[in-house]
Each structure stands twice: as structure tokens, then as C-alpha cells.
């Protein structure tokens, strides 16, 4: 059995749920949940009778005081975050924190120093791109099936109410980008590498929103490669896909298209070939969350190997760092109506 790696866990609120099941699942693997900890006390209680675990603490620096942690991983809202990840980075512990990275571009350089500093891993859980039909179109990408990749759109549009789960989100000043953009953006660098300038349009469709709730933002990545890539909460449309990604990437010699109900369409050569892409639905898992609930899965189990291989995440902080800088462009870019090289 692989070494096992005690979890701590900060930040047991509406997301958490999946990210505990996931630590669950993977006990075989060698996940073993440790401790919680939340603020509000009654959450770190519920969690920890819902999964089991024995070690409850209302305050970050008891737990990592009083705990012998492998792992900490990060489940509150952005604006937490700091303090913690650099707290638990000054204890010697490995830390995954959730998306977004941080609240702004220097906030998320900062933490990525003082990483490597303490030489002390740190990643984001960013986990669109460990979503099942991501994952194979990444693997088409890979073999050249379609050639080299020239073109994209990459979208995530739906009038879903996310406000209800996320109430918080309905008061952010920098919304979608920062909150939905960061994983559409990370995908158009996942699928075509990184960026040479950008520009950006948002707008506010919802107007009691204190944020923008919709962006649409063109990419020019180094490669030549050009990437439409956009995300909204204000679709009116039926049927809703939430929270399906639509995919079209053309190559030199062919395309591969990701359609709603998880359809996948590879041409290559001048045939077609499909190909379903619906993810699998575990026991904790419910539609149509499954698809990003099994997304946490995978990228629990990707972080957990990597510890225990001593490997570098493919979402390590220097890596999403180049995502926040997108993000921080795209705002910039928004703001200014002009192209907008990221400051990677
Ligand atoms: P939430 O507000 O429901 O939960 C956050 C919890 O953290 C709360 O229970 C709060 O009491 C606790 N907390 C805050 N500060 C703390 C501190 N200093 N010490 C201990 N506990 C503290 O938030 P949420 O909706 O669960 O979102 C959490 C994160 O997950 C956000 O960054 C969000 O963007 C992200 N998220 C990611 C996905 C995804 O991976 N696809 C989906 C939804 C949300
Ligand atoms: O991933 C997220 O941050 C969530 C979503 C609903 C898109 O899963 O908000």
C-alpha cells in the first residue's frame, strides 16, 4: 500500500462536501482524513461526524499545532486565504488550496515565493481540467490525431442559480473572470499553452450582481493558435447544460468537439469518429454535479500520488499562476478595451 497521507482539512462549507467524500474514496490509496477545521465551529462538528474524523478545531494554527499533518487542503473562499496557505507553508505541511489561486495577481505571487522559499509544495485545486471529457480531449491533443491545434472555443454557459450554494458570489466586485474564467482560461492554456496578449469584454446581464457575470475573451497564444473563450451565469437558454464545457478545437488535420450530454466528435484525416465522454457517477455523487464531483476525485487522487511520489502537480502554484495572470490581464483588458499581454 502507498504511503499514507494525513489530511487536514480548513474550510468545511458547500464545496467541502465533495472534496471530503473524494479523501474519503481514496482511503485505499492512502488518504487518511485527519482533522477538520471551520471557523463556525458547527460545520467542523458536522464534518467531522458525517466522515468520521476524530480531530475538530475551530482555529488553523491549533490544528497544525497540535496535528501531524502530510497535507493541508484549503476549502474556503478566497478571500481567507492567505493567512492560511501561508501559515500552513511556514509549518513545513504541503497545501492545496482551492480556486481561485487568490485574489489578485501579486497576492498569488506572493504565496508561489514563498513556496519555493520553504521549498514546501503548493498547488491549486483547479479540477476543470481533470474533468473526464477534458482529460480525453487533452489525450486526442496529445497523440496529434488532429494535427497541431490552430483554433478553439471554449465556453461554459448557463442561467444556472449559483448564487444559491454561493451566496457570496453575488457581492464579488471581479466575479465571473475570477470565479468561472480562471477555469475556462486554464483550459485554453491546458489545450493550447500559454498566451501571447489577450482582450476581453465583460458585462453585467444580472444588474443587481455587484460584479461582472459574463465574459468573452479572445486569446492569441504564442503557438499562433487563437482560442475564443467565454463563460456566463446569464444564459437563458434550454436545455441548460450546467456545468458541462463545450469544446471546439480545429488542428492542421482535423477537429475534436466536445457537445452537450458529454458527445464527443473527433474528425481526423477526413472521417469522424464519436466517442461518450459521460463521467461515472459514484455513490456520493449526484447529477449534474457528477461530472465536477468526479473532477474533485481526480484531482485529490493526482495530488495525493504526487505526494506520495514526491512529483510536482500539474496545477503546482507556479503553474496556476500563469492562469491568475490571465485572469488578471483579462480584467485589464476589459477595462481598457486594448490587447493585453499577461505578466507571467
Ligand atoms: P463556503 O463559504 O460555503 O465555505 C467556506 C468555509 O470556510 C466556511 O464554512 C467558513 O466558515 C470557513 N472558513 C472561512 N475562513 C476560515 C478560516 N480562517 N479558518 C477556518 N475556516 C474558515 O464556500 P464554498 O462555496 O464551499 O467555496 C469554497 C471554495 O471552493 C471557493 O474558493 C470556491 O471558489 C471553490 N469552489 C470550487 C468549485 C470547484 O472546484 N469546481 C466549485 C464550487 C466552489
Ligand atoms: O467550479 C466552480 O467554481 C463552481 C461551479 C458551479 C462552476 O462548479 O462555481
Redesign the pocket.
Known amino acids: 500500500m502507498a504511503r499514507t497521507i494525513r489530511i487536514g482539512l480548513i474550510g468545511c462549507g458547500f464545496f467541502a462536501r465533495n472534496h471530503l467524500n473524494a479523501w474519503k474514496q481514496l482511503a485505499p490509496e492512502g488518504a487518511v482524513l485527519a482533522a477538520v477545521c471551520d471557523s463556525d465551529a458547527n460545520k467542523g462538528h458536522a464534518a467531522a461526524r458525517d466522515f468520521g474524523i476524530g480531530a475538530v478545531y475551530a482555529d488553523a494554527a491549533e490544528m497544525l499545532a497540535a496535528e501531524r499533518l502530510d497535507m493541508v487542503d484549503i476549502v474556503t473562499q478566497v478571500r481567507a486565504r492567505r493567512p492560511l496557505v501561508e501559515m500552513a507553508l511556514r509549518a513545513g505541511v504541503p497545501t492545496i488550496v482551492q480556486?481561485p489561486f487568490g485574489s489578485t495577481l501579486t497576492e498569488c505571487s506572493a504565496m508561489t515565493e514563498l513556496s519555493r522559499s520553504l521549498s514546501i509544495p503548493l498547488a491549486v485545486h483547479e479540477n476543470?481540467r481533470f474533468q473526464l471529457p477534458m482529460q480525453k480531449v487533452r489525450e486526442i491533443l496529445v497523440t496529434g490525431e488532429i494535427g497541431t491545434p490552430n483554433w478553439a472555443r471554449i465556453g461554459?454557459r448557463t442561467g444556472?442559480n449559483?448564487y444559491a450554494g454561493?451566496p457570496y458570489l453575488l457581492t464579488e466586485e471581479k466575479f465571473v473572470i475570477n470565479?468561472?474564467g480562471t477555469?475556462v482560461l486554464d483550459l485554453a492554456r491546458f489545450f493550447l499553452g500559454e498566451v501571447d496578449c489577450l482582450g476581453a469584454e465583460t458585462q453585467k446581464r444580472r444588474p443587481d450582481l455587484a460584479g461582472e457575470d459574463t465574459a468573452t475573451m479572445l486569446l492569441r497564444h504564442k503557438s499562433g493558435a487563437v482560442s475564443v473563450v467565454e463563460c456566463t451565469y446569464q444564459a437563458r437558454r434550454l436545455p441548460d447544460l450546467f456545468?458541462e464545457i463545450l469544446v471546439e478545437i480545429e488542428g492542421s488535420e482535423g477537429a475534436v468537439v466536445v457537445k452537450g450530454g458529454y458527445r464527443m466528435e473527433v474528425t481526423s484525416g477526413g472521417t469522424l469518429r464519436t466517442l461518450d465522454a459521460t463521467p461515472p457517477l459514484a455513490s456520493w455523487m449526484e447529477r449534474p454535479w457528477h461530472v465536477?464531483q468526479d473532477s474533485v476525485l481526480r484531482a485529490c487522487a493526482h495530488f495525493l500520488a504526487c505526494l506520495q511520489g514526491g512529483d510536482s502537480a500539474m496545477t503546482a502554484a507556479s503553474d496556476n499562476l500563469k492562469t491568475v495572470a490571465l485572469c488578471d490581464a483579462a480584467y485589464a483588458a476589459a477595462a481598457t478595451r486594448s490587447l493585453i499581454a499577461p505578466r507571467y
Do not use: I, M, N, T
Open positions: 480556486k476543470f461554459f444556472y449559483v454561493q470565479d468561472l477555469h456545468p465536477v
